[in-house]
């Protein structure tokens, strides 16, 4: 069933129509409104910060979703263990603990959940204290060890990737949102390797991941795999071959892959930074781009340490890149493509003697963009604001007796305008632009929303 409300404005030469859909269990419920923008501004660097003497490179980034504050799980330099570090939206250090050893971690039911000692999971509240520690048995009797964490925030599933001590069998756990366990299923069997990124969503696992061909470390493969709910391989497509990949996966409008080659391909070219977008239907290739930075004699590789979906379709590309005429000089990079393929900006650090990379990215509750890396050895955060990317803010917890979407407002408006939506029951929000021929523009968000008042 679908239930259309549609708001109108003054007309100007820009007009677009805002369409939000709620995808409910029996229905979808469709409003829309017009907006009439103007232009959009470069993107600002909010803020840059140290994250401290002691920190030392960064494994995993998390937003908590109540407070606009988020984790970062880094190495202490003076303890060599793994830490947690809590920064507020400013990146002020609220607090830091390492009770806990981590390399993955999730948001779950208002507390962090994170892997401990690979067999365990351990969940914290917003305070770093300890709450529960969770025994895996299933995980216990395979003789594997958690290592990456996927949440699908749309179906409430948690699926706990296990590699083993030989790194030649590897297997994903499911447990539901109570963590019981459900269901387990084998990914690879006999061929070392692992994987390096990981996406969940309706229940269809999407993975990257690298293996040894038939020969030894010189015959490296970077594979994507689709499974379903119950395990069945849907598709899998090879993007790398003969190189060692760095391989990192994201997915909103298409599935987004960036890939490292540390040697030569077959032509002798050094293709260092690739990002490919496929079909997540059939893993079919829909574009691949190629950034190639500043080489000196060929002999530096440039390489992704990440990738991040924009909210409106696209995404980021995040590492490092040659220093324009100085060897294994490298700076922080990030560039943002469309859809479409198309370069949207970049960020690049500006210190004249900067020597660094951007290791995780994240987005904050309001769609600001979080980064962590390091310059000249001294590791730090940077927040940064993206052109057109919408900051979506929850307002009420408080249950609305319907659906509805206000009229934006300034309309006509430059360069910002503020929408406000209430949502009568917990469920995915799609808030998509058309123009005024009925083109879709651009995808503002594609998230689960609980119920509640928005803007």
């Known amino acids: 069933m679908y239930t259309a409300l549609f708001f109108r404005s003054n007309v100007t030469s820009h007009i677009y129509r805002f369409t939000v859909s709620f995808l409910m269990k029996s229905h979808i419920i469709i409003v829309s409104l017009l907006l009439f923008p103007s232009f959009t501004v470069a993107q600002t660097n909010i803020w ?3 994250m401290g003497n002691d920190a ?3 494994i995993s980034i998390q937003t908590l979703p109540e407070n606009n504050s988020f984790v970062i799980n880094s190495g202490s330099s003076s303890s060599g263990n793994l830490v947690l570090t809590n920064y507020d939206s400013q990146g002020n250090q609220i607090w830091q603990t390492e009770k806990v050893l981590t390399e993955s971690m999730a948001n779950y039911k208002n507390k962090i959940m994170v892997t401990d000692s690979g067999q365990t999971i351990t969940l914290l509240d917003y305070s770093g204290n300890i709450v529960e520690t969770k025994q895996m048995p299933e995980v216990v009797a395979s003789g594997l060890y958690i290592y990456y964490i996927c949440p ?5 599933e948690y699926y706990m990737i296990g590699l083993s001590l030989s790194g030649t069998s590897e297997k994903i756990f499911v447990y539901d949102q109570d963590l019981n366990f459900l269901r387990s299923f084998t990914i690879m ?3 070392y390797g692992w994987v390096t990124s990981c996406f969940a969503k309706n229940g269809f696992i999407y993975l990257a991941r690298w293996r040894y061909g038939t020969g030894n470390y010189t015959n490296i493969i970077s594979d994507v795999y689709k499974y379903d709910p119950l395990g069945t391989m849907l598709w899998t497509t ?4 003969n190189d060692f990949p760095y391989l990192n996966l994201s997915i909103d409008d298409g599935i987004y892959c960036g890939t490292t080659n540390f040697w030569h391909d077959s032509t002798n070219s050094l293709e260092s930074w690739k990002l490919t977008k496929l079909d997540p239907n059939n893993g079919n290739t829909i574009w691949t781009r190629h950034w190639s930075g500043s080489l000196e004699n060929n002999q530096d590789a440039l390489w ?3 990738v991040l979906a924009l909210p409106g379709g696209g995404c980021l590309v995040f590492g490092q890149t040659n220093k324009t005429g100085q060897h294994d000089v490298y700076n922080p990079l990030v560039i943002g493509y469309s859809a479409q393929g198309d370069s949207l900006f970049a960020i690049e650090p500006t210190e004249s003697s900067s020597a660094g990379e951007f290791d995780l990215g994240t987005w904050d509750n309001n769609h600001a963009l979080i980064l962590s890396g390091s310059i000249d050895g001294v590791s730090k955060i940077w927040k940064y604001s993206i052109p057109g990317i919408t900051a979506i803010q929850h307002e009420s917890s408080e249950i609305p007796s319907s659906y509805s979407l206000s009229q934006n407002y300034p309309n006509p408006f430059n360069p910002s305008s503020t929408i406000s939506y209430s949502i009568a029951k917990a469920g995915n929000v799609l808030l998509t ?3 005024a021929i009925g083109s879709k523009v651009a995808t503002i ?3 689960y929303k609980t119920a509640g008042s928005y803007t």
Not at 238 to 241: E, S
Request: charged letters at 30%; proline letters at 0%.
């Open 48 to 50: 840059e910060k140290n």
């Open 56 to 58: 030392s490179g960064s």
């Open 152 to 156: 699908d925030e749309i179906n409430g």
């Open 189 to 191: 069997d006999s061929q």
């Open 238 to 241: 090879k993007l790398l071959d």
């Open 304 to 306: 992704i340490n990440g």
């Open 433 to 435: 632009v058309y123009n």
């Open 445 to 447: 968000l594609n998230e």
